[in-house]
């Protein structure tokens, strides 16, 4: 029988795996035909459903399991309440089946997190860390033949004296999704991995600082500077303080989020900027535009997943032409509130922010959630000015990386803490009263 440490070591099953992804990778950034990148990342579904046929091992699926259903209950919620909407607005089959085939998409990316977590635990992280970096570094190889050598130098020099403004070979380098990726691995490698040399960390961390600066978004830059003080200041703090530290972190961030909503609809938020003299690269009249679309009122209901991309549509079509390029608004909180009305964006915030955390912690301790709390708010920062929330490789990143590490595959430490999945849910059972039942060896090494 094939055991967790035994696929560790098979460098067939990591070579693989690794080439999956980057091949995935390079199709999603526009080189490939439609969905073919996330088709081929598929393809680590195949082998991880082929090792468990072959092999029998069960190990670990309960715990993968317990969070496919934490992570996939929201999907669920949105394709239900989405469904009663389209049906009341009568709207168009072209319409319903985009929005129904955008959110099996998220049970794919659900899928390709399992998949790592049961091939390789925690080493699912770092093959698919360097699946990710293969494959950005096979695309900055790829468009090469397109430019004149005069003409890359030019942009790579207008690239570093501009403070990351990309045109030209530097403009086909924004690989917006993959990028967003490496601000989670840095949290990981800087703060949690405890299974790599320090030679190897160097490199890992070399590697993502490099194409995570290559992508230049300024908004992930900002969120993980925070955060990354944020997890030197909280790991320091004792395990009571961190938990109160996260909690009420957690609270300020969704009052925030509903504060600046409306904000924005006041037009307080852009006055703001117009005091500060902050460039706003066009969101006012954007949201100017839009502003006939939503309103603060709990009988707001929303037009139900994916409407903003109709809405742009419209927009475009009505003589807008400034938008007629835009497929999106480039404002999460905004697009979660017009999807999805005024209690269906105080559901997501809750479930986002407070339902995950409390479950994740219930099910593997303090360490994991810290991982989660740094993971989820660095990227709910880049909600603000950005449309991450749906991303396919930043959602399936910032999945895998609690629920690969709650394994703890290769920390004896973690286990002499009573920090492993098992022990976690046995403990809150015994206090409870329940009787304990027989549990798999979930985060426990072979």
Request: glycine residues 8%; hydrophobic residues 50%.
């Amino acid at each position: 029988m094939s055991t967790l440490k035994q696929r560790q070591k098979s460098l067939i099953l990591a070579a693989l795996y690794i080439l999956f992804i980057a091949m995935a990778v390079v199709c999603d950034a526009g080189l490939g035909k439609g969905s073919a990148g996330k088709a081929l990342s598929l393809m680590t579904v195949v082998m991880a459903a082929g090792v468990l046929l072959i092999t029998g091992d069960f190990t670990n699926l309960d715990t993968i399991f317990r969070f496919f259903v934490v992570y996939g209950i929201w999907f669920l919620i949105v394709l239900v309440y989405s469904s009663l909407i389209w049906i009341s607005n009568f709207e168009t089959v072209d319409f319903i089946l985009r929005g129904g085939s955008k959110i099996m998409f998220q049970f794919v990316m659900l899928l390709n997190m399992a998949a790592a977590a049961y091939l390789f635990g925690e080493k699912g992280i770092h093959y698919m860390f360097w699946g990710t970096v293969i494959g950005n570094a096979l695309i900055t190889v790829v468009v090469l033949p397109g430019y004149a050598v005069s003409d890359i130098v030019s942009s790579v020099t207008h690239f570093l004296t501009s403070g990351g403004d990309a045109v030209g070979y530097m403009k086909e380098l924004e690989i917006h999704d993959a990028t967003f990726t490496y601000g989670f691995y840095l949290i990981y490698f800087i703060f949690f991995d405890k299974i790599s040399s320090k030679k190897m960390k160097a490199l890992n961390i070399a590697a993502a600082v490099f194409f995570f600066l290559l992508g230049m978004k300024r908004i992930a830059l900002a969120s993980l500077i925070v955060m990354l003080i944020a997890g030197f200041v909280l790991l320091k703090l004792s395990p009571r303080a961190q938990m109160f530290v996260m909690k009420s972190a957690l609270y300020f961030a969704l009052i925030a989020a509903f504060v600046y909503l409306i904000s924005l609809k006041t037009n307080v938020f852009m006055k703001i900027m117009d005091q500060l003299n902050v460039d706003v690269m066009g969101r006012n009249v954007l949201y100017a535009a839009i502003d006939k679309y939503w309103r603060i009122s709990p009988s707001y209901v929303g037009y139900g997943f994916e409407y903003v991309h109709v809405m742009m549509l419209e927009l475009a079509e009505s003589g807008s032409k400034a938008f007629n390029k835009m497929v999106d608004i480039h404002n999460d909180f905004m697009r979660v509130y017009i999807e999805m009305g005024f209690f269906g964006f105080i559901g997501w915030g809750l479930y986002t922010l407070i339902f995950q955390f409390n479950r994740i912690n219930q099910m593997c301790g303090r360490m994991t959630v810290c991982l989660f709390f740094l993971c989820e708010m660095y990227i709910f920062v880049t909600y603000l000015t950005d449309n991450t929330l749906f991303y396919f490789y930043t959602g399936t990143v910032l999945r895998m990386l609690p629920l690969c590490y709650a394994l703890h595959i290769d920390s004896g430490q973690a286990q002499k803490a009573g920090n492993t999945p098992k022990k976690q849910f046995l403990k809150r059972k015994r206090r409870k009263g329940i009787p304990s039942v027989q549990l798999s060896d979930a985060g426990q090494s072979d």
